[in-house]
């Protein structure tokens, strides 16, 4: 990197300080464009998107159809490490993503099965049912996620699986404080599935 030289940094004193500023070294790469002919990556992402968002509804279907095979083979032969961690990976996916393929909802109940998964002390003597809301609801919303009522109707389902399964682990984890704590702090859940 080359070295300013003194007559490049300008000193402007004042009677409690001074200000020393330097040349700005990036002004000689720096290369100017008519208005005209700015690029606006915002715009361009956001017209890349729109010419996706037809595909969302595919992804979020494929994600879906993911998370309910990985649990109809836990259902089918039973919980191993392999089958544990591609439920919770197909969970975490749709967390991550449902909300922005336009599926807010499903991104909580996603977290919240993520939550069951994680916490519980043994998957196996998990009530059968709570995974089975979890999934179905994840898949009516985004089947049917058409229909204007069905937002608030989401929201509420996310809102009391997530209920069931903070009471559940609250019980069950009631001898690992470790978990507890984390169990019972409160969580961000999106304003749009709210």
């Known amino acids: 990197m080359a070295k300013n030289s003194a007559k490049d940094i300008e000193v402007t004193a004042f009677a409690t300080?001074?200000?020393?500023?330097?040349?700005?070294?990036?002004?000689?790469?720096?290369?100017?464009?008519?208005?005209?002919?700015?690029?606006?990556p915002v715009s361009r992402a956001e017209q890349a998107l729109?010419?996706?968002?037809?595909?969302?509804?595919?992804?979020?279907t494929t994600e879906v159809n993911r998370l309910s095979a990985a649990y109809v083979a836990i259902r089918n032969d039973g919980f191993t490490k392999?089958?544990?961690?591609?439920?919770?990976?197909?969970?975490?996916d749709i967390k991550?993503?449902?909300?922005?393929?336009?599926?807010?909802a499903a991104a909580g109940i996603a977290e919240s099965l993520c939550r069951v998964?994680?916490?519980?002390?043994?998957?196996?003597r998990v009530p059968a049912e709570l995974f089975t809301h979890h999934i179905n609801a994840i898949l009516a919303i985004v089947h049917e996620n058409t229909?204007?009522?069905?937002?608030s109707v989401s929201a509420e389902l996310s809102r009391r699986l997530r209920k069931v399964a903070d009471d559940y682990l609250a019980d069950v984890n009631r001898d690992r404080p470790e978990h507890l704590e984390v169990i019972l702090a409160p969580s961000i859940v999106p304003a749009e599935s709210c």
């Not at 300080?17 to 606006?40: A, C, F, G, S």
């Not at 392999?82 to 975490?92: C, I, S």
């Not at 991550?96 to 807010?104: L, M, Q």
């Open 96 to 104: 991550g993503d449902a909300a922005t393929f336009g599926y807010p």
């Open 82 to 92: 392999d089958r544990r961690d591609e439920l919770f990976r197909a969970a975490h």
């Open 147 to 151: 229909k204007l009522d069905s937002i």
């Open 117 to 124: 998964i994680e916490h519980a002390p043994d998957l196996e």
């Open 17 to 40: 300080h001074q200000i020393i500023t330097q040349p700005n070294p990036l002004r000689k790469v720096l290369r100017r464009v008519e208005d005209k002919d700015m690029d606006d």
């Open 50 to 60: 729109a010419g996706l968002a037809g595909e969302f509804k595919d992804w979020m």
